[in-house]
């Protein structure tokens, strides 16, 4: 299940969690991030436990957007242990997503 992130648990949701997140720079009006959404949430059943996902949405915590350099959303920031270790900007297709995370694990 996806959990809703911001400024104040980004910390503890994302960079002190062990293994992969799945960070989601997102808007509510923005029609690309409506249709990777479900796309994600299908690759967190697929893989179970050893993923995370974490949802930002931009509109209501600019500040981390600005953190992380997002420029457009969609955005998907990886995190292996704490650290990035990569970003898709864009939709992208389940199987571009699935690569990224077999890289990491």
Known sequence: MAISVDNENFDKEVLKTNGIVLA??????????????????????????????????????AKLARKYVVGAVPTIVFFKDGEESGRIVGAANKSEYSSAIDKMM
Do not use: M, Q
């Not at 720079?25 to 949430?41: G, H, I, K, N, W």
């Open 24 to 61: 989601d720079f997102y808007s509510e009006t923005c029609a690309p991030c409506r249709r990777v959404s479900p796309v994600l949430a299908e690759l967190e059943e697929d893989y179970g436990d050893k993923i995370k996902l974490a949802k930002i949405n931009v509109n209501l915590d």
